[in-house]
């Protein structure tokens, strides 16, 4: 069990549910007071420099700054998202979807206070980072495309409804993009590129057994469970528990254990003797 199994056990209950539905409603918040109330917006941004003399409520509101500015960009925009997003909640559950969100959001907010530092050591005057570029969740959402491309990679989505292409040659194309980004983008540019990037890296990393939320493995355990859940078979003189390899019952030695293989096709129970040394069932 890793880091994230043993927090989840202790913190898991204080999950938010549907995360993605509330970061996408932040967006078209962002965009009606970008479109209605363009002054407010300067209000929201993420300034280290007024969050210390006491605007704290930067460190959350610059999470409301849509990535688009353009209202058809924005509505395909959260329809490709919310579909992403819930499917890595329902893949990973609930609590690990969000701490790869937060945590996307913490590393931009490090990373900022840490330029904030750097300018002000260098220049010795405080900066305002809007004069370097605005830093939205652009890059955060955009990981979520990558994970969702880590976790699905053959997955096909239609481009413009018509091309179908799978995940992980888009996120191929977008990796490209990033990196391009990355170079010949401003500092903001690369803060945000930075800290979504070293996100999914970390969370990755730091997960090694992703392979359990793998579509593959999940059908298989899924299968598993059903034969598990079958109808109970009843042996000789009661007994409900047979090894298919040995006859052994749970009647012949009570401290036996046994358990159904998920790679044999069929429903066969063995013994703790023969649970690894019978040969599959094809």
Known sequence: MNWLDKLERKIGRFAIPNLTLYLLGGYIIGFGILYFMPGLLAWLTLEPAYILRGQVWRIISWVLIPPTNKIISLFFLLLLYYSLGTALERTWGTFRYNVYIISGILFTLIASFALYGIYFLIYGVEVSLSSVGLIST?????????????????????????????????????????????????????????????????????????????????????????????????????????????????????????????????????????????????
Request: glycine share 4%; with cysteine; net charge positive.
């Open 138 to 282: 652009n890059y955060i959402t955009m990981s979520i495309f990558l994970a969702f491309a880590a976790i699905y990679p053959d997955m096909e989505v239609l481009i413009m409804f018509i091309l179908p292409v799978k995940m992980k040659w888009m996120a191929l194309v977008y990796a490209a993009m990033a990196l391009f980004y990355f170079i010949t983008g401003g500092v903001a540019t690369k803060v945000a590129i930075g800290a979504s990037l070293l996100n999914f890296v970390i969370f990755f990393l730091s997960n090694r057994n992703m392979h359990r939320f793998n579509p593959r493995e999940q059908a298989r355990r899924a299968k598993f469970k059903k034969q598990a859940k079958g109808p109970r078979m009843t042996y000789t003189n009661g007994a409900h528990h047979r090894c298919a390899v040995c006859g052994r019952t749970e009647l012949d030695d009570p401290n036996l254990e046994f358990r159904f293989c998920s790679k044999c096709n069929g429903n066969y129970e063995y013994c703790q003797d023969h649970l690894f040394t019978h040969e599959h069932v094809k």
